[in-house]
């Protein structure tokens, strides 16, 4: 339980409320700035140093502080409502308990600064993700026509977004019977 709880307040980043002071198009030149061309995932990685697992932006001449960068690709989204949840609902809420809200990253990448990519859900539902990690969405042909068997056990809830899973195609065989 002990190891649990620390990994929770590793992940629980907290938001700064100076954050919203910031307009999308200021927070989309930021993000602009410091990520590279999407990978195959989709993800937009940031170009800083990676010496922590979330990227922060030194805005401190701007009166913005330190934020971290995947909460600015929030702003440029134009997704500050759901920043403001994470705070209001974790003011109320201890620091060890699990419906605290985080911003999770669906391609689990900490590097993305994807918006399509993020999601802001309970710590619980963050640190369930962790399950789908090295998994793949498997692709596969059977007599000509394309199937595609997404491997996230969160794809099978309507109230959660699955992940984003990297492609693996099989080949099959001719005359293979899948069932």
């Not at 692709?139 to 199937?147: K, L, M, T």
Request: with cysteine; charged share 25%.
């Amino acid at each position: 339980m002990e190891r649990l709880i620390y990994l929770q307040q590793f992940v629980d980043l907290e938001v700064d409320a100076r954050l919203f002071e910031m307009d999308s198009s200021y927070a989309s030149e930021v993000v602009k700035r410091r990520v590279q061309q999407p990978n195959e995932l989709g993800c937009v990685e940031h170009t800083l140093q990676r010496r922590e697992p979330y990227a922060k932006v030194n805005l401190r001449q701007k009166d913005f502080g330190n934020q971290y960068l995947h909460h600015i690709a929030l702003i440029a989204a134009d997704r500050k409502n759901e920043l403001k949840a994470v705070v209001a609902t974790n003011k109320s809420l201890s620091q060890n308990d699990h419906n605290r809200l985080q911003v999770s990253h669906l391609c689990h990448n900490s590097y993305c600064v994807n918006h399509n990519h993020l999601v802001v859900e309970a710590a619980k539902d963050n640190l369930a993700r962790n399950s789908c990690k090295g998994s793949h969405n498997i692709q596969f042909f059977i007599a000509g026509d394309e199937y595609i068997w997404n491997g996230c056990p969160h794809r099978k809830s309507p109230l959660h977004k699955h992940c984003i899973l990297p492609f693996r195609t099989v080949e099959m065989n001719p005359g293979y019977n899948c069932i």
